[in-house]
């Protein structure tokens, strides 16, 4: 099962919007609707920001947003906050019992 | 609210096997799925496999398979990961997380990591 594929790096100004981009194959992203984000600060465990593509856990601002398309799921965070500066990790059920992350993604606030 | 303890940090040298433990509280242990997920100094999330607290029914990563070992203790609320022929390169820090919903990987609850470093 390979690693999903993630852009290493994102950027943007405070109060900008940026997205990030989640892609697999047919059988794991474009198969099943489970892609979930999570956002990691440094030394800190994960935290889940969306699961089922685009619900939102109780607590995590309206600003993250997920969706899919084919094989790609994306993560849009709108008005960028300093706090929002992490890693950001997609994964998605692969079926059989099996998940897999992408490889991650630093968000830079400038 | 739910909380995931996990036993302290392991130094392993090269072929040896380790044990990390983690202990569920705040909710039904048997109703949710128990994930294990690595991460090697400063690289990404590595899904290692799941166990169901309920039946014991396990899935590992297809490049885990035959050296890793997931269990569970349904008196204690405790799951165990046992990786076995250890290598520099299985230092990491191990999360055990639970799934939010069934198995499909909504990691909701993440124990605080245990850091195992393998050396000679």
């Known amino acids: 099962q390979s690693a999903l594929t993630q852009p290493p790096s994102a950027s943007g100004s405070p109060g900008q919007s940026v997205t990030i981009s989640c892609t697999g194959t047919?059988?794991?992203?474009?198969?099943?609707?489970?892609v979930s984000w999570y956002q990691q600060h440094p030394g800190k465990a994960p935290k889940l920001m969306i699961y089922?593509?685009?619900k939102r856990p109780s607590g995590v601002p309206d600003r993250f947003s997920g969706s899919k398309s084919g094989n790609t799921a994306s993560l849009t965070v709108s008005g960028l906050q300093a706090e929002d500066e992490a890693d950001y990790y997609c994964?998605?059920?692969?079926?059989?019992?099996?998940?897999?992350f992408g490889g991650g993604t630093k968000l830079t606030v400038l | 609210q739910v909380q995931l303890v996990q036993s302290g940090a392991e130094v392993k040298k090269p072929g040896a096997s380790v044990k990390v433990s983690c202990k569920a509280s705040?909710?039904?242990?048997?109703?949710?799925?128990m994930h294990w997920v690595r991460q090697a100094p400063g690289q990404g999330l590595e899904w290692m496999g799941l166990?169901?607290?309920?039946?014991?029914?396990?899935g590992y990563a297809q490049k885990f398979q035959g050296r890793v070992t997931m269990t569970r203790d349904t008196s204690t609320s405790t799951v165990y990961m046992e990786l076995s022929s250890l290598r520099s390169e299985d230092t990491a820090v191990y999360y055990c997380?639970?799934?939010?919903?069934?198995?499909?990987?909504?990691?909701?609850?993440w124990g605080q990591g245990t850091l195992v470093t393998v050396s000679s």
């Open positions: 089922e593509v685009t």
């Open positions: 994964n998605s059920y692969a079926g059989n019992n099996n998940v897999v």
């Open positions: 166990i169901n607290p309920s039946g014991g029914g396990t």
């Open positions: 047919s059988s794991d992203v474009g198969g099943y609707n489970y």
């Open positions: 705040g909710y039904t242990f048997t109703s949710y799925y």
């Open positions: 997380a639970r799934d939010l919903t069934g198995k499909r990987g909504y990691l909701d609850s």
